[in-house]
Structure formats: C-alpha cells, structure tokens
C-alpha cells in the first residue's frame, strides 16, 4: 500500500522512483562504512543525484510516515482496532482503494465512522495531493500578504 505510480503520474502513494533512490541511499551508505574516504555518488539514469535531492526525498519519506502513523493514531482513537486502523491509515493515505482487517478487499469503508470517514477523506486528499501542498496551504505563512 506504500508504493504508488511511476514519477509524473497523477497515482497517490510515495513514488516509485522515491523507494528506489531511498533504497540506493541505504546500500550507499553500508558501502561508506566500509570505504569512508570512497566518493560514491547516487546515480539514477547514469545520472548523478544531489545531496540536497536525497535530502528533499528522505524528508518527504518521514513526512509520509508521520502522517500514516498519526492517521493511524486518529482511526484508532475514533473506535477502530489496531490492524484496520493501520490499513485504513495506508489505504486512504496512499489512495489505493481496498484496505486490510475489517475493512479489507471483502468491505468498504461504509461502516466506518462519521468522523473516521472525514478523517479518511483528508488523508485522501494528503495523498493525491502529495503531501506538501496541502501542508504549506494550511500553513498561516502561506496566507500572510508579503
């Protein structure tokens, strides 16, 4: 449920280019311990990737999962057990439809409750819009007139 489209496509969900330079990253840097003065760059389509991307791309992954562990927190408070609770959290976060436990690929979300599907609502739209804009629209240094 955490693996969304292709980059550039309109798919929810953290992209997949986004998994695999994280996963480069993490082999990089077992390569680093064992070769610390080694230069070793971060490619992807022979290209070189910058720190400051790398650095973009993990700060959205933690993004990603504080919001699926806080709309995990929300679902859980607002009645729902633990494993529906982090599958409807992933679903709704990832827009990727059925979710698992009680509202799993034989249920819908119909039976969750009113403030839950409101819940699930947002964190529909945190997920289709790519997180970052919908945070920086909330935020009040956005609407400040400069």
Do not use: C
Request: glycine share 10%; hydrophobic share 50%; net charge positive.
């Amino acid at each position: 449920m955490f693996v969304g489209g292709s980059t550039g496509s309109t798919a929810g969900g953290f992209k997949v280019m986004r998994h695999l330079l994280i996963i480069k990253n993490g082999l990089l840097q077992f390569k680093r311990i064992l070769h610390p003065h080694a230069i070793l760059p971060i490619r992807y389509n022979e290209k070189s990737v910058s720190s400051e991307i790398m650095f973009n791309i993990l700060g959205f992954f933690i993004v990603y999962m504080l919001s699926f562990i806080a709309g995990a927190l929300v679902f859980s408070i607002l009645g729902l057990d633990f494993e529906s609770s982090l599958g409807v959290s992933a679903s709704s976060l990832g827009n990727v439809g059925p979710s698992i436990g009680d509202f799993g690929p034989s249920s819908n979300f119909y039976n969750l409750p009113f403030l839950a599907k409101w819940w699930s609502s947002f964190l529909m739209l945190l997920g289709r819009l790519e997180l970052y804009t919908v945070l920086i629209i909330i935020t009040p240094y956005f609407w400040r007139n400069t």
